[in-house]
DNA sequence: GTGCTTTCGATACGAGTCGTAGCGTAACGG
DNA sequence: CCGTTACGCTACGACTCGTATCGAAAGCAC
């Protein structure tokens, strides 16, 4: 959202709370039954009951609106503790794969990333509203595995945030590319022996 | 393209080559220097010196153009052989990025990905144009490890494909998420960590 | 060459979307 | 009660879409 900087206005009608939701609301309905091509500000609009106008004044358009729309489904993700690096991460996998599975997250969320490439401002409010989120179970379920001995410490910082990137690009970047490239489930299966994949490595393949 | 059907049609004038040619490269053209969202049919039959009317009679729209402008660009993906397979991996892991790095790859290749979410026919065409065509890479890198001794020989078939599709969306997937969303550059460090990790798992990390 | 067939370039068209402007009304705070 | 801002509504010019139509051009069979 755009909160009025931090010193709100004080004077004058305050923006109704509830045309938030229901434009976010709508914002997602619309993806499900249209896409992200076919969505048009002005459906969205009727659909939230609400005048365009309105829309256009919290929103710049189009890319920013969906950002904030789909941004909303991953406030669900959280680290479950299961006592294991593996069932940790196969946890997780299954979590951000059911999102992913949402046909508004399907076509909104790779929409979105694409006009990222050609809009620095688009790229930062993706950066801070939905892959920071994300990042943030990696780094818990890494030290939650230190903790326990799992995984070893890396004294240089530097060292320790380039693997943190690393892990994340391999693991979120699998889920995504097998949910919208592939087009194929997540299934507790293919989890379980992508857990063991990322743990053991190709070399150290035993037959589960 | 739409070669039409095997038996082609044999009389009449024949589609100009030269066209198709000069229309793919103004769609990357224009991807480049507008994106996916502001890229319009009209402008890129301007650029190709080309009638409208020409370009619709060859594509069904705007998706279908842009698969085919950027399949083109992966015709040059090809395996090294390195003698190794943590080689070979980052070999094709930096041939990959250098490919996304272009802008018209960035903006185009999720634009369709994204729309592919609701299309099944243009699915198909994205699987067909440039999915299979990196898929192979990842099959013939496993034969050449396997016939080094680099990695064990799966006997069921249906347990080997498993592997070869879960090890294709880690690498691809790892090498987009990288450059798409995290937007940080695909380096011959990032490609040597990947590597490593993706051979010897998270648990097993000598400091390179 | 002479037809036949299909493509090509050019133009025009209705439909739909865009983002903004104007205006009167509604909801708050001092 | 009055100033300020949000809201709903309508209308607008500009643009893109995909299609239709037309005469001209290019190849192939004969």
New binding site residues.
Partial sequence: MQS?SSAA????????AA?DAAILEATRAALVELGWS??????VAMRA??????L???WA??NELVVDAVAELFDELELPDSGSLAADIEGVVLQFAAILDRPEAKSGLMAVVAEATRDEALRERVRASIVDRQKRLVLEGRARAQARGELPVEDDPAAAAATVDLIFDMVAGAVVHRTLVSAEPVTEDWARRFAQMLLQGLTNTSPA
Same sequence: chains 1, 2.
């Fill in positions: 009025r206005r004080a004077t004058g009608r305050p923006r109704s045309a076919r969505l048009t500000l002005g459906d009951g609400v005048a365009k106008t309105t256009y004044r919290r358009g189009k």
